[in-house]
């Protein structure tokens, strides 16, 4: 079977967020179940690897034609197509983005039509018009249903060159993330209680009506991880490598991390690598963050996003510069270094469709400390490899860390490095649901 994925972003050639890491190890890990992958992604202007020049595709745009150069790459038995719609797109979600994803889809579904796939994996709004127009079976997979792909009719018909669909148009606009979900023949979610909790207006983002109508073919595959990439065993950034029988070397970790942030070497440490927005929920944390400070505990903190939140936090570490260290920027070193070294993991989100973060700290044995939301409550297990709150605010965040610093750090730690996080069974219920689509 040869699957086509159509992503906006996948490691290892650009990497805002979460999708390229599970873009850069799904189609891996369906090559071992016998799928053939390729990934067909924007051509940004960043991707610094060298591509091989493959021809041009014409597609229909904006009421003429178009022609798009086509790149190409292959990397661990994945090929990898780069379609160059806009010479000046530097990197990915840089306005004006409907156009530009949307001249992608289309271009995306001309070459689709040159390739005859079995099916096409569109991955997000990004890529949701294409499922439209692919004319292919296809599965279409919602990694964060908060951003819908929304835009007036009128635009819609100037970047396309035709009218909306009925199916399209949701509250008056045009709505790409519910084409797709309309038109697939099989979604998904990146992890079941997700796909639960987005049929409730609570979780549903406005489209829960239109979800409880698809309940039929919507189901949650739980990510998985790069494990060969993610383990404290072989990791290069760790100043200590480890497993489950040495542990004493993690500690030995935290030690070098307390020491090269200047925080209290006697107290553990709460580490947090993530992005500062309203659903990671870190405004909860800063509400109460002296509290959690005053329960004994060190906290370390990777991240960027809302600036309220980065001037927050760098001035709760210029106010305990013992016990608080902040670093505003995305640095993969220091943040395996935070797997690798914490004692605990703080995932405090509003809602988490499923996140790599806590599979992650529990296969670096470093217990989370979670919301019972999404794929957080999916994977952590409350008392067992970490602890989840449920209520989503700075109490609750403040009594799940209280809760663990309660239990054994070491039963949790060896509990959450037995769990098995990768790929195997999840790339096989891909295969699974995508021969029932092509059926």
Not at 150 to 176: K, Q, S
Not at 218 to 238: H, K, R, V
Not at 267 to 293: C, H, M, N, S, Y
Request: aromatic share 8%.
């Amino acid at each position: 079977m040869h699957v086509v994925h159509v992503a906006a972003e996948a490691l290892p050639f650009v990497k805002v967020g979460g999708l390229a890491d599970v873009l850069g190890s799904l189609p891996r890990a369906l090559a071992a179940s016998g799928v053939r992958s390729t990934v067909l992604l924007p051509r940004y202007r960043e991707i610094a690897e060298p591509l091989e020049p493959l021809g041009e595709v014409a597609y229909r745009c904006c009421g003429g034609v178009r022609r798009a150069r086509v790149w190409g790459a292959g990397t661990s038995g994945v090929a990898y197509r780069f379609l160059e719609v806009d010479r000046d797109w530097t990197a990915p979600y840089e306005p004006p983005e409907d156009a530009r994803y949307l001249a992608f889809t289309l271009a995306a579904a001309a070459w689709i039509e040159t390739e005859r796939p079995d099916l096409v994996h569109a991955h997000d709004w990004h890529a949701a018009y294409v499922v439209r127009r692919a004319r292919r079976p296809s599965v279409f997979t919602i990694h964060n249903l908060a951003f819908q792909g929304e835009l007036e009719p009128d635009r819609f018909e100037r970047l396309t060159g035709e009218a909306p669909e009925a199916d399209l148009l949701h509250e008056g606009r045009v709505n790409l993330m519910k084409g797709a979900l309309l038109a697939a023949d099989r979604v998904t979610t990146v992890s079941p209680r997700y796909a639960r909790e987005i049929q409730t207006p609570a979780y549903g983002m406005g489209l829960d009506a239109v979800l409880r109508g698809i309940r039929g073919k919507l189901s949650g595959i739980l990510n998985g991880l790069d494990t060969e990439y993610w383990n404290p065993a072989t990791d290069g950034f760790l100043p200590q490598k480890y497993d489950a029988d040495h542990l004493e070397r993690k500690r030995r970790n935290r030690m070098t991390l307390l020491a090269s942030l200047r925080l209290d070497p006697g107290l553990p440490a709460v580490g947090a690598v993530t992005r500062l927005t309203w659903q990671k929920g870190f405004d909860l944390v800063l509400e109460v963050l002296p509290r959690i400070l005053d329960l004994g505990v060190n906290f370390v903190l990777l991240g960027t996003g809302e600036a309220e939140l980065e001037r927050g936090f760098a001035e709760a570490a210029r106010r305990y510069p013992r016990r608080v260290a902040f670093h505003a920027a995305f640095d993969e070193a220091r943040a395996h270094r935070i797997y690798g070294g914490a004692d605990y993991f703080l995932m405090p989100s509003r809602y988490e469709p499923c996140g790599l973060a806590q599979m992650i700290a529990m296969r670096y044995g470093t217990p989370p400390i979670a919301r019972a939301t999404g794929g957080l409550a999916d994977t952590v297990e409350d008392g067992g490899t970490g602890v989840l709150f449920e209520e989503a605010s700075g109490e609750g965040v403040l009594a799940g860390v209280r809760r663990i610093l309660e239990l054994d750090a070491e039963t949790l730690a060896r509990a959450g490095m037995a769990r098995d996080f990768s790929w195997g069974r999840r790339a096989q219920a891909y295969r699974e649901l995508y021969e029932e689509a092509v059926s």
